[in-house]
Structures are given as structure tokens and as C-alpha cells.
């Protein structure tokens, strides 16, 4: 797996042992309160068998490879009119409970398939000139005419989770707040596909579902203001991944485990202290 993987795993791992056995302080966190939150992450995938089918052609690629797409540190990272381009995260939360939290989430990460590897085939192709492509039961897919898959409009993972928060430190300007939790949802992709030189399929569509593990620490200032640092880990399984531009039936199917480590800031409503 990659590094972005381990160290969520790991971001988990010492999150939850944090959290156990230690003197409590007192909370931050209120019922009925808000918080609204907007972040980048970069993400990692592990290896994913993706099925192909429709007119003319059935068949599997085995242990595909995909990395995610960092847009370049510039102005699309603070300009609102170009937030959308690079790989962001956007929550909404709201405490049931003194100390849970309902958060929507939207999770707009990117995957794009390496064109420089060569992958198991298994299946058939009735067109010779793609099926050429095919050599002692592999593909090199270098060549782009052959393939390109991308979900890079993106990657979107639309979720609602549930998280437990607990107050690590508890001073005058600033509190500490750890968080763990899971979440489900859908996937809402805008996939880059062009097949065997069809024109690109690039359009919006609910292709699946996902869900997740994640924890975070949030750095509180003056009761509102927040820096958070998250880690998630989970699984998505796409089952209707458009790969035509038109309504043709043709589709791609894939299931993969996902990591993404996010930074970015926020905002919380009403918040107190509990003062006693």
C-alpha cells in the first residue's frame, strides 16, 4: 500500500489508543451545535481488478494501478471561483450529543489509472484491432488507444458519518479535540473514460457505494475557529462506471481500499465552555 494508506492507518491506530484510559476535561463540544469545515487531502489506492463490458467486448484487467492528482500549490487553492479543481473536502456537523457528532461529508478525491504498466487480461474482445492489444495474456497499456480511466472530476464520495469527540486539552484560547468514527455513502464520480477509441465518457453519475473508518485532532481557537488534521480509511466498490459518452449499456466495474490524509480549516457555532 502507499504511504498516504500507512499513515492513515497509523493516524487511526495511535488516535484510538490515545483515547483510552486518560483523566477527562472538560468538554467543548454542546449539543445542538454546528461546525462547517473545507480541506485538502491526498489520497492513495491499493490495486483493483477492473471489469469491463458491452457491445463487442467482456473482459478484466487484473491489479490495475492508480494514483491520485495533487493540483500544483497556486491559486486555485484559495480562489473560490477554482476551489473545485483541486482535491478538496467539505463537513457539515452536528452534535446530537454533547460529545457526537452527525457530520455530512463530501469527499471529492481523484483517481487516475497509471498508463505505464502492463496488466493481466482475462476475457474476450470481438474487435481484432483492440484484441492485437493483447499478448501472451497481457495488456500494455501505454497506449492510450487502447485505454484511459480516470475519475478525476472526481472521485466523489458523498458520505454521512457519526463521530465521537473528546476533549484532549482544555485551556483558555485553545482546545485540543480528538475524534473517531465511520461513515457510508455513495459515489457520485465524473469518470474520464475513453475505450478503444470512442469518444471520452465524462459525465456525473451514481456508479456505487463506499464507506469508511476516520479520526481526527481539532485545534479550537477563541471557541471558533478550527484547524483539523483527519485520516480516513475505507472501501469502495463501483459497480456502473459509465464508459460511454451516449446511453449505450456498456459499463466498468471496480472495488478497491482507499486511504486520504486532509488538512484545512473551520468553523464551529455557539460554541462554550462548560464552566462549573
Given at each position: ?16 489508543a ?14 445542538g451545535?454546528?461546525f ?26 487484473d ?39 452527525l ?42 488507444n ?37 461513515g ?92 462549573k
Open positions: 500500500m502507499k504511504k498516504v494508506i500507512i499513515l492513515s492507518v497509523l493516524f487511526l491506530g495511535f488516535s484510538f490515545f483515547g483510552q484510559d486518560h483523566p477527562k476535561p472538560e468538554p467543548l463540544s454542546k449539543k451545535q454546528m462547517v469545515f473545507f480541506g485538502w487531502n491526498r489520497g492513495a489506492f491499493s490495486k483493483s481488478d477492473i471489469h469491463f463490458k458491452g457491445n463487442g467486448y467482456d473482459f478484466q484487467l491489479n490495475v494501478v492508480a494514483h491520485d492528482r495533487p493540483t500544483p500549490f497556486g491559486i486555485v487553492y484559495f480562489d473560490p471561483a477554482w476551489f473545485t479543481v483541486a482535491q478538496y473536502d467539505v463537513r457539515i456537523g452536528y452534535f446530537l450529543k454533547d460529545d457526537l457528532a457530520v455530512l461529508g463530501i469527499d471529492h478525491m481523484k483517481y487516475v489509472m497509471d498508463q505505464n504498466q502492463s496488466v493481466n487480461f482475462s476475457g474476450n474482445i470481438s474487435d481484432p484491432k483492440y484484441a492485437a492489444y493483447v499478448e501472451n495474456g497481457q495488456v500494455n497499456l501505454a497506449d492510450e487502447f485505454l484511459t480511466f480516470e475519475h478525476t472530476d472526481g472521485l466523489n464520495y458523498e458520505n454521512l458519518g457519526l463521530e465521537k469527540y473528546k476533549n484532549l486539552i482544555n485551556k483558555d484560547k485553545i482546545d485540543l479535540i480528538w475524534s473517531y468514527g465511520a457510508i455513502g455513495v459515489m457520485f464520480p465524473k469518470s474520464n473514460v475513453k475505450l478503444f477509441g470512442n469518444e471520452r465518457s465524462d459525465r456525473f453519475h451514481v456508479a456505487g457505494i463506499g464507506t469508511d473508518v476516520r479520526t481526527s485532532l481539532n485545534l479550537v481557537f477563541w471557541n471558533h475557529w478550527m484547524a483539523r488534521l483527519e485520516a480516513k480509511a475505507g472501501y469502495i466498490n463501483m459497480w456502473d462506471i459509465k464508459t460511454t459518452l451516449n446511453n449505450k449499456p456498456d459499463k466498468a466495474s471496480q472495488d478497491f481500499v482507499f486511504g486520504q490524509v486532509l488538512l484545512g480549516v473551520g468553523y464551529t457555532f455557539n460554541t462554550r465552555k462548560n464552566n
